[in-house]
């Protein structure tokens, strides 16, 4: 049965760092687009970061709000990363991974949370200030 589960949320002070794991189970993750994507209360569902693989490593897609804070990283088994430095207030949300099977290798990811058939349960992410 697929299955995504995430780990690594927590509470951190503004400024600080977490990594978040997505450790996926199933089909054959490794040839799907892997995303983070989160929701704070009250607020619809964002893209976070993405990344899809290509002949040279992987491609990556930020959204603009966390470019230069967070990496997206994947290694060759059934893990996903999601790097968070200089954590600021606003990161705060749950925190969900998810994969996407309709971008070929080598294309940039998807955006859009339609397109992921895939997710895990979340990981809250509160950051104080």
């Known amino acids: 049965q697929a299955q995504l589960v995430e780990s690594g949320g927590g509470l951190v002070l503004a400024g600080g760092s977490l990594r978040l794991s997505c450790e996926a189970s199933g089909p054959t993750f490794s040839r799907y687009v892997m995303g983070w994507f989160r929701q704070a209360p009250g607020k619809e569902r964002e893209f976070v970061a993405a990344i899809n693989w290509s002949g040279s490593g992987g491609i990556t897609r930020y959204a603009d709000a966390v470019k230069g804070r967070f990496t997206i990283s994947r290694d060759y088994a059934k893990n996903t990363f999601l790097q968070m430095n200089s954590l600021k207030p606003e990161d705060t949300a749950v925190y969900y991974c998810?994969?996407?099977?309709?971008?070929?290798?080598?294309?940039?990811?998807?955006?859009?949370?339609?397109?992921?058939?895939?997710w895990g349960q979340g990981t809250q992410v509160t950051v104080s200030s």
């Open positions: 998810a994969a996407d099977s309709g971008v070929p290798r080598g294309l940039a990811p998807r955006r859009l949370g339609v397109n992921y058939e895939y």
